[in-house]
């Protein structure tokens, strides 16, 4: 009897368990870590039973996987990850409604594939997702109330829905936070839709879409936005790295050191050019990269968040510590995280939740790392996730 080896064809039954104890047939699967809220079971395969308010400070394996990639939701209790074979997997809060696009509104709390192939990523907002194939397809599912699904209609849909175009498949090339959705297209050029009561579309009005609708400018790189209630603002990259912010300016969220009372309904140039991304959220905190492995934070400064190892709010960027080496920076509602190329994990701001990681509950107003080296991390609201050996 032979078993067929993935690599060089049939092998004896000896000659296969050698070769899986050296380690040269399959790869090795990566382990998978969560800690902090096990809202809605997200951490149920830890031994924490679904609906236990039992929450996790460092992280606790909780299975082997495939995963190549895994995306944060931004103060939203849904998690997404890709296989390699371009399957998307979603488990976490499934209701308002059917936020992971199953066809139903039940919560998961262990990854369920999600219909379909040659998903790149998804991204979970208020009441609903979207999520891009490797054809530069663009797909809406859950709430319509505000035109969120782009279909210029308003009925909800509990499975992926397709929005016409060729879009993006950058990693950072969707943002879905609150009631609005915006995303760049194949071309550059960067559309929005959804809610729009104060300008936070960009789009130099406040009447809302329910399909995407151009805002002026091309050569977009990555888009970001944060919303709190009614108000919201948003934040996008082009190549030449320049950052133009809109929307609301409460905690000096816009950093173009103005009063709090300012908004703008179009984009307006923060200084700088040689930005490579920001990113906020839905408590007025907002970080930035630069392309020199700087970051910087501005806005609100409670509860430390912003890690100038202080609680004041800043209304333009200041450069956190003096570290170089950053290549990504996400923030949730209470704490911030961010990686280095040598692939550790840093966080700071509020761990109510445990999500800091540190094995205690508490604020940390500077960075602080999370024990071990990690090839990818994601949060989704209060709860953190991360892959590595």
């Not at 236990?52 to 939203?76: C, E, H, Y």
């Not at 209304?315 to 209470?334: A, E, K, L, R």
């Given at each position: 009897?032979?078993?067929?080896?993935?690599?060089?064809?049939?092998?004896?039954?000896?000659?296969?368990?050698?070769?899986?104890?050296?380690?040269?047939?399959?790869?090795?699967?990566?382990?998978?870590?969560?800690?902090?809220?096990?809202?809605?079971?997200?951490?149920?395969?830890?031994?924490?039973?679904?609906?236990?308010?039992?929450?996790?400070?460092?992280?606790?394996?909780?299975?082997?996987?495939?995963?190549?990639?895994?995306?944060?939701?931004?103060?939203?209790?849904?998690?997404?990850?890709?296989?390699?074979?371009?399957?998307?997997?979603?488990?976490?809060?499934?209701?308002?409604?059917?936020?992971?696009?199953?066809?139903?509104?039940?919560?998961?709390?262990?990854?369920?594939?999600?219909?379909g192939t040659t998903w790149v990523k998804a991204q979970t907002g208020l009441f609903g997702s979207l999520g891009n194939k490797s054809d530069g397809t663009l797909w809406a599912w859950g709430y319509n109330n505000e035109g969120q699904l782009g279909d210029n209609g308003s009925t909800?849909?509990?499975?992926?829905?397709?929005?016409?175009?060729?879009?993006?498949?950058?990693?950072?090339?969707?943002?879905?936070?609150?009631?609005?959705?915006?995303?760049?297209?194949?071309?550059?050029?960067?559309?929005?839709?959804?809610?729009?009561?104060?300008?936070?579309?960009?789009?130099?009005?406040?009447?809302?879409?329910?399909?995407?609708?151009?805002?002026?400018?091309?050569?977009?790189?990555?888009?970001?936005?944060?919303?709190?209630?009614?108000?919201?603002?948003?934040?996008?990259?082009?190549?030449?790295?320049?950052?133009?912010?809109?929307g609301w300016n409460d905690s000096g969220a816009l950093g173009l050191n103005q009063a709090v009372s300012t908004k703008y309904s179009s984009p307006v140039q923060l200084p700088g050019t040689t930005w490579t991304r920001i990113q906020s959220n839905g408590s007025d905190m907002v970080?930035?990269?630069?392309?020199?492995?700087?970051?910087?934070?501005?806005?609100?400064?409670?509860?430390?968040?912003?890690?100038?190892?202080?609680?004041?709010?800043?209304?333009?960027?200041?450069?956190?510590?003096?570290?170089?080496?950053?290549?990504?920076?996400?923030?949730?509602?209470?704490?911030?995280?961010?990686?280095?190329?040598?692939?550790?994990?840093?966080?700071?701001?509020?761990?109510?939740?445990?999500?800091?990681?540190?094995?205690?509950?508490?604020?940390?107003?500077?960075?602080?790392?999370?024990?071990?080296?990690?090839?990818?991390?994601?949060?989704?609201?209060?709860?953190?996730?991360?892959?590595?050996?």
């Amino acid at each position: 009897m032979a078993i067929t080896d993935k690599k060089t064809g049939p092998w004896g039954l000896d000659q296969v368990y050698n070769k899986i104890n050296q380690g040269d047939i399959w790869p090795a699967q990566k382990n998978f870590y969560g800690w902090g809220s096990n809202t809605y079971g997200m951490l149920a395969t830890s031994g924490l039973p679904i609906g236990s308010p039992t929450k996790r400070s460092s992280p606790v394996q909780l299975f082997g996987n495939d995963f190549t990639k895994i995306f944060s939701s931004t103060a939203q209790s849904t998690m997404w990850a890709v296989k390699a074979d371009g399957t998307l997997w979603g488990w976490g809060a499934n209701g308002f409604p059917g936020k992971l696009g199953l066809n139903d509104q039940a919560n998961r709390s262990s990854p369920t594939q999600v219909p379909g192939t040659t998903w790149v990523k998804a991204q979970t907002g208020l009441f609903g997702s979207l999520g891009n194939k490797s054809d530069g397809t663009l797909w809406a599912w859950g709430y319509n109330n505000e035109g969120q699904l782009g279909d210029n209609g308003s009925t909800r849909s509990y499975e992926p829905k397709q929005i016409p175009g060729a879009w993006s498949t950058s990693e950072y090339g969707m943002a879905t936070s609150g009631e609005a959705r915006f995303a760049i297209k194949a071309d550059g050029t960067l559309w929005a839709w959804g809610k729009n009561d104060f300008g936070g579309l960009g789009i130099n009005d406040r009447t809302s879409r329910s399909s995407p609708t151009q805002i002026p400018g091309t050569t977009w790189a990555s888009v970001d936005m944060s919303y709190t209630s009614n108000e919201g603002s948003a934040a996008a990259v082009k190549t030449d790295g320049t950052a133009w912010v809109w929307g609301w300016n409460d905690s000096g969220a816009l950093g173009l050191n103005q009063a709090v009372s300012t908004k703008y309904s179009s984009p307006v140039q923060l200084p700088g050019t040689t930005w490579t991304r920001i990113q906020s959220n839905g408590s007025d905190m907002v970080v930035g990269l630069k392309t020199n492995g700087t970051i910087w934070a501005w806005g609100q400064g409670s509860p430390g968040g912003l890690g100038h190892n202080n609680r004041t709010q800043y209304s333009s960027p200041v450069q956190v510590g003096s570290d170089t080496t950053w290549n990504d920076i996400q923030i949730t509602s209470n704490a911030t995280v961010g990686s280095k190329t040598d692939g550790t994990l840093w966080v700071w701001g509020n761990s109510s939740s445990g999500m800091l990681g540190q094995n205690a509950i508490i604020q940390l107003s500077s960075p602080t790392q999370i024990p071990g080296t990690w090839d990818a991390w994601a949060f989704a609201g209060s709860t953190m996730f991360g892959i590595k050996d």
